[in-house]
């Protein structure tokens, strides 16, 4: 029998999890099979322990149950501590369920390694502070991050946000946090992430223009077949470049896979396979 891999969501019918693993286990030869699995809001602890009972080898979580994740495994790696959420579990050699964060780390190999930004002493702004925020600060601040501005419709949760990662700044490094208003009269990003989900229905969070010039690249964890609405003000404000989150989510599948088989696929393949599949829908 095949060795058994899913995703759990609710909804979870949209997701590119299968066709990416898919394309993983055929690249490295590994004997497996991967399903997206729609699970009952109040069902999730029940699935996982009936997943990984009969066999099942490995889960990746996405919304709404990352945080439910995170309280269920027993043993979380530091980076999924800190995120506060959980998108890949697994059972290590003591029966422990394990549980990881790949976002942030999917986030920036997609920036760094398939994109060329360089993260180290960039100026940062982040849109949005909700759980897919949290979980990349981590990533982007050991990347060398000089300086993150964290800004979302309520300011105090953004506040709370930079608070929690205090800790870990080096010397040369600041994070700070407020509301859009704040943005107002502000010097110009290297680097503005879309961490909100505005662009799933078209809108746009209420950001100035001044923060974005010909030198600064914007990114949106969001994806789709055609740009997304602040890929689209990216260009029309003549930003550098606007890219999408379409890297972000092959990357994050890619480490889960790294925990999972020891092996870590070439991701550069699948993106040019995903990007050629939305474009033919």
């Given at each position: 029998?095949?060795?058994?891999?899913?995703?759990?969501?609710?909804?979870?019918?949209?997701?590119?999890?299968?066709?990416?693993?898919?394309?993983?286990?055929?690249?490295?030869?590994?004997?497996?099979?991967?399903?997206?699995?729609?699970?009952?809001?109040?069902?999730?602890?029940?699935?996982?322990?009936?997943?990984?009972?009969?066999?099942?080898?490995?889960?990746?979580?996405?919304?709404?149950?990352?945080?439910?994740?995170?309280?269920?495994?027993?043993?979380?790696?530091?980076?999924?501590?800190?995120?506060?959420?959980?998108?890949?579990?697994?059972?290590?050699?003591?029966?422990?369920?394990?549980?990881?964060?790949?976002?942030?780390?999917?986030?920036?190999?997609?920036?760094?390694?398939?994109?060329?930004?360089?993260?180290?002493?960039?100026?940062?702004?982040?849109?949005?502070?909700?759980?897919?925020?949290?979980?990349v600060l981590q990533?982007?601040?050991?990347?060398?991050?000089?300086?993150?501005?964290?800004?979302?419709?309520?300011?105090?949760?953004?506040?709370?946000?930079?608070?929690?990662?205090?800790?870990?700044l080096s010397v040369?490094?600041?994070?700070?946090?407020?509301?859009?208003?704040?943005?107002?009269?502000?010097?110009?990003?290297?680097?503005?992430?879309?961490?909100?989900?505005?662009?799933?229905?078209?809108?746009?969070?209420?950001?100035?223009?001044?923060?974005?010039?010909?030198?600064?690249?914007?990114?949106?964890?969001?994806?789709?077949?055609?740009?997304?609405?602040?890929?689209?003000?990216?260009?029309?404000?003549?930003?550098?470049?606007?890219?999408?989150?379409?890297?972000?989510?092959?990357?994050?599948?890619?480490?889960?896979?790294?925990?999972?088989?020891?092996?870590?696929?070439?991701?550069?393949?699948?993106?040019?396979?995903?990007?050629?599949?939305?474009?033919?829908?």
């Open positions: 029998m095949l060795d058994q891999y899913a995703v759990f969501g609710n909804p979870i019918s949209h997701s590119r999890s299968p066709f990416i693993h898919d394309c993983f286990a055929r690249q490295q030869d590994q004997q497996m099979q991967y399903r997206a699995i729609e699970v009952a809001l109040d069902g999730f602890n029940q699935a996982v322990e009936d997943f990984l009972q009969a066999e099942g080898k490995g889960l990746n979580v996405t919304v709404p149950f990352k945080e439910q994740a995170w309280s269920l495994a027993e043993h979380r790696t530091a980076r999924a501590e800190l995120a506060g959420a959980v998108n890949t579990l697994w059972r290590d050699q003591q029966g422990r369920i394990c549980g990881d964060n790949t976002d942030g780390v999917g986030l920036v190999n997609d920036l760094m390694h398939n994109n060329a930004v360089k993260l180290n002493g960039a100026r940062v702004l982040i849109l949005g502070a909700g759980g897919a925020v949290r979980g990533p982007l601040l050991e990347a060398g991050c000089r300086e993150v501005m964290i800004v979302n419709r309520t300011a105090e949760k953004a506040k709370v946000l930079a608070a929690h990662f205090q800790e870990m040369d490094q600041q994070i700070n946090a407020g509301g859009y208003a704040d943005l107002e009269n502000s010097q110009a990003y290297d680097v503005i992430i879309n961490g909100t989900s505005a662009s799933l229905s078209g809108s746009l969070p209420p950001i100035n223009a001044s923060v974005v010039s010909t030198n600064t690249l914007c990114y949106d964890m969001m994806y789709g077949a055609k740009p997304t609405t602040f890929c689209q003000w990216a260009v029309d404000h003549s930003a550098a470049r606007a890219i999408d989150g379409l890297g972000m989510l092959v990357e994050q599948a890619a480490e889960a896979f790294l925990c999972w088989r020891g092996v870590r696929p070439e991701t550069a393949p699948v993106i040019a396979l995903l990007r050629q599949s939305l474009a033919h829908q």
